[in-house]
């Protein structure tokens, strides 16, 4: 298995443009985790799926984001439109049913100008 | 909120020397204490884990002692490698949280040779 691929891995914009970053998960994990990595805030959760069903999401920090999981095998996070204030390392992760084990892809570096 | 408070936020370490890194939790309800190991560039992954029904938990050159009154868990790396420079996340997760985990802010150690 080729883990969790994440898409694109460097993305630069300007503010007020749409960001569409991708996650490939495990296949068979029904688990599905965004966070966002800054160096004031660590690592925060964003929102998680369960069986590509949203479970919860009070970490998306305002309603210019907003995330997808059309199926087991795909998902999006959106950010429309963009800040400066959102330059971060977004990850995507995975868990398995009764597991506390998150796999990590590598990551999708921000930066909005 | 629930928190895990985490420090130093930075550690030099002589090569073969000790690391420490020191976590302390406020939720009782918190069951599984995992760390995370990132390198530049590279997402998370699970180092080291332990449940509150024992003290300490050793593996290879890492060990977790964990003080469940005190209601604190810390990373000790013994005989530092540079190899190990990395960025430490110490996390807290409950039983049922699938995943859910409550992150520290990191520790990025170095260690020189």
């Known amino acids: 298995d080729a883990g969790v691929i994440q898409s694109p891995r460097h993305e630069v914009t300007e503010m007020g443009q749409e960001v569409t970053l991708r996650c490939k998960p495990i296949?068979?994990?029904?688990?599905l985790f965004w966070y966002r990595q800054t160096m004031m805030r660590g690592l925060e959760l964003l929102i998680y799926?369960?069986?590509?069903?949203?479970?919860?999401d009070s970490g998306m920090p305002e309603d210019r984001f907003s995330a997808k999981m059309p199926n087991a095998s795909f998902s999006t996070l959106k950010i429309q439109p963009s800040e400066p204030r959102d330059s971060a390392v977004y990850f995507c992760?995975?868990?398995?049913?009764?597991?506390?084990?998150?796999?990590f892809g590598a990551g999708s570096r921000l930066t909005v100008l | 909120q629930q928190q895990v408070k985490q420090s130093p936020q930075s550690l030099i370490v002589q090569k073969g020397g000790i690391s420490i890194i020191n976590c302390a939790y406020e939720?009782?309800?918190?069951?599984?204490f995992p760390w995370y190991q990132q390198f530049p560039g590279k997402g998370p992954a699970l180092l080291i884990a332990?449940?509150?029904?024992?003290s300490e938990k050793k593996e290879g050159r890492f060990t977790i002692s964990f003080n469940k009154s005190a209601k604190q868990f810390s990373l000790h790396i013994m005989d530092s490698q540079p190899g190990d420079s990395a960025t430490y996340f110490c996390?807290?997760?409950?039983?049922?949280?699938?995943?859910?985990?409550?992150f520290g802010k990191g520790t990025k150690l170095s260690v020189k040779p």
């Open positions: 332990i449940r509150p029904d024992v």
């Open positions: 939720n009782t309800a918190f069951d599984y």
């Open positions: 992760a995975n868990t398995s049913p009764g597991a506390n084990v998150l796999t």
């Open positions: 296949s068979g994990h029904d688990y």
């Open positions: 996390a807290a997760d409950y039983g049922g949280s699938q995943g859910n985990l409550i």
């Open positions: 799926f369960n069986n590509n069903v949203p479970i919860d």
